[in-house]
């Protein structure tokens, strides 16, 4: 895997997080004022986004805004700098009213096709922080109302001194694979003729390639042989880091378990070439904003 090579959405960031600068408060105050710093609301774990020309885009506001769209108390998000040194802010605000109708709040999910690769890699950690933040008002210790700390990246204990970190759900997907033809499945709730790659949560005490063995052998029956890493995506739905994986199966006799999904099947290495290209006559694959539409795409090219 090299590092500029990794083809999903919500990766390469064009920002540095300058770690450094947040617990700076002076830093953060002057950067707040500094002219060229850009700030995007979020209402309600959606950002604000403008169109202009038929093109969607974050909807970048001066940082003196911040005093005039949201109360001082508002949860503000250090996102970092661009490369020409700007800094770059998210602010979760209570009401949209005072934004009127220079833009509007929009789903992420629904964006993500639309959005250029370099704003998806800001808005998505801002995204995931800010629903951190909704659920977790109060220290998992002693049950005290916990204070934001380090520009919007952690939360700290006043009664008991306990820290906490925003949280990351890591999960493997995969694509099994048997010779030439790839397994692949659907769940009752995805639109008709959806397939897509197993997945599942990795749990406390599992190396990924365990998970990826447990899962497919837990989904499809089909006990994994080899594990062969492909890339990551985080994927701020609401904070999950997805481990995605190719891996070869033993043989092709699967048993689907339909709790968990409603169907699998196989294609050929040319029908996943049909599957990407949206051209199969009656099945189709997640778009390039998803990781299993890579992981697809990268075997039917092989
Ligand atoms: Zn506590």
Redo the contacts with the bound molecule.
């Keep these: 895997m090299l590092l500029p090579h990794n083809p999903n959405a919500f990766t390469r960031s064009p920002l540095d997080r300058a770690g450094h600068h947040r617990r700076d408060k002076a830093w953060l105050e002057a950067a707040l004022a500094a002219p060229e710093t850009q700030l995007v609301p979020f209402y309600r774990h959606q950002p604000f986004v403008m169109e202009e020309g038929g093109v969607v885009g974050p909807g970048w506001l001066n940082g003196a805004a911040r005093t005039r769209i949201a109360p001082a108390d508002a949860t503000l998000l250090f996102l970092g700098l661009d490369p020409k040194g700007a800094a770059h802010f998210a602010l979760d605000i209570p009401d949209p009213a005072p934004l009127g109708d220079l833009g509007r709040f929009e789903d992420l999910r629904g964006l993500g096709p639309r959005l250029s690769r370099e704003d998806l890699a800001i808005l998505g950690p801002a995204k995931s922080i800010f629903e951190w933040h909704a659920r977790n008002g109060y220290?998992a210790?002693?049950a005290?109302p916990t204070l934001i700390v380090e520009a919007g990246w952690r939360r700290d204990?006043p009664?008991?001194s306990?820290e906490h970190y925003p949280r990351l759900d890591p999960v493997c997907i995969m694509v099994a694979t048997f010779g030439e033809h790839v397994f692949l499945g659907r769940q009752r709730a995805w639109p008709k003729g959806m397939y897509s790659a197993l997945a599942g949560f990795i749990e406390p005490g599992e190396a990924i390639e365990e998970a990826v063995a447990r899962e497919t052998l837990e989904e499809a029956g089909l006990k994994v042989r080899e594990v062969r890493m492909h890339s990551t995506q985080p994927w701020p739905f609401p904070h999950s880091l997805m481990i995605g994986v190719l891996c070869e199966v033993e043989d092709d006799r699967e048993t689907v378990d339909t709790t968990e999904l409603e169907s699998g099947r196989w294609f050929t290495r040319e029908e996943a070439k049909l599957l990407i290209a949206g051209k199969h006559p009656d099945s189709w694959a997640p778009p390039p904003f998803a990781i299993a539409h890579q992981l697809l795409k990268t075997w039917s090219e092989e």
């Design positions: 220290c210790n002693c005290t204990c009664s008991c306990g």
